[in-house]
């Protein structure tokens, strides 16, 4: 790995923690609103989901295109939820789409979370352009590169950016559509490789060694909404491949499997940071330092 790609690896995982910072500032600010509303926050972020698809009406198939991995029932149990709360409406052809009350409550937390985020200070204005500037050439630069990967997630959140005027919350939303970046490139490493999506889920627990059984895969992937059964279709999957080996209570990644899930990881740090080459070098450090300052 060259230098370059370690100082792009250094300043995406700043990043990551100036995003966490700024998310402690906001979420306690709209916690009790959520309350009020009853609903937690991964619920306003599908409706942040169906507001960013419009005009086009919300379907299963729609979140399922930036998380695959997820079965199409429970996104659905997940709207139709939303939809008895009065948040969405679902339509003749079976879509879901915002309701007024829907539409009002995400954006008023929209509006909530920002006006919170405005109170982070960020001075002096040389500091302000020193982030702003690297961080919106990295953003356009994404939003213009070539495919793959397909740039559906990024496009998506780029429908919510702020005015710049406004410099937490164009920070924190250009970051959010970075990482969305990230995951349209892991999206497209992922089609590269020919696995299906749960057959991705499932090595790639054995390659973090967070699986190492049948059953205890089965624990891990529970959310997903998929039954057990699958996942045995899976594994004698990737036994055939020869990517993973081993008993029902003892299996393991095999190196080929390793070399495979690798090359997953390779091709989506290619895709993702090959729009990083508009930073120079020199640029890269004063803007990882300004990160590091922000985020102490």
């Known amino acids: 790995m060259n230098q370059i790609t370690i100082t792009n690896t250094a300043i995406w995982e700043e990043l990551n ?44 198939g729609h979140l399922m295109i930036r998380n695959p991995f997820t079965a199409a029932e429970v996104y659905r149990e997940r709207l139709v939820e939303l939809t008895g709360a009065g948040y969405l409406s679902k339509t003749q052809a079976g879509k879901f789409v915002l309701t007024s009350k829907g539409r009002e409550l995400t954006q008023r937390l929209i509006v909530n979370a920002r006006n919170a985020m405005d109170g982070i200070t960020l001075n002096p204005d040389e500091r302000v352009a020193g982030i702003l500037n ?5 953003l356009q630069t994404s939003l213009e590169a070539p495919s793959p990967p397909n740039k559906w997630s990024i496009g ?16 924190e939303q250009t970051i959010t559509c970075i990482a969305a970046y990230y995951d349209d490139s892991y999206l497209a490493a992922w089609r590269k490789s020919r696995l299906s999506a749960t057959a991705l ?3 790639t627990l054995f390659w973090r060694g967070e699986a190492n059984s049948y059953d205890s895969l089965c624990d891990r992937l529970a959310q997903r909404g998929h ?4 996942y045995a279709g899976i594994v004698d ?32 740090d290619n895709y993702f940071f090959t729009p990083w080459k508009v930073l120079q070098d020199d ?8 990160l590091q300052e922000f985020s102490t």
């Open 283 to 290: 640029e890269k450090t004063s803007f990882l330092r300004l």
């Open 156 to 171: 998506l959140s780029y429908k919510l950016m702020p005015p710049a005027d406004h410099p937490i919350p164009y920070i």
């Open 17 to 60: 923690v100036a995003w966490q910072k700024i998310k402690a500032v906001y979420r306690p600010a709209i916690s009790s609103e959520l309350s009020e509303s009853k609903i937690s926050l991964s619920d306003w972020g599908l409706l942040l989901a169906v507001l960013k698809f419009e005009p086009e009406e919300t379907t299963p």
């Open 201 to 203: 889920d499932t090595l």
């Open 227 to 230: 039954s057990c059964d699958v």
């Open 134 to 138: 690297p961080l919106d050439r990295l």
């Open 237 to 268: 999957d990737l036994r055939a491949l020869e990517y993973i080996k081993g008993s029902t209570d003892d299996l393991w990644i095999t190196p080929t499997g390793r070399l495979v899930r690798n090359q997953i990881e390779d091709d989506t």
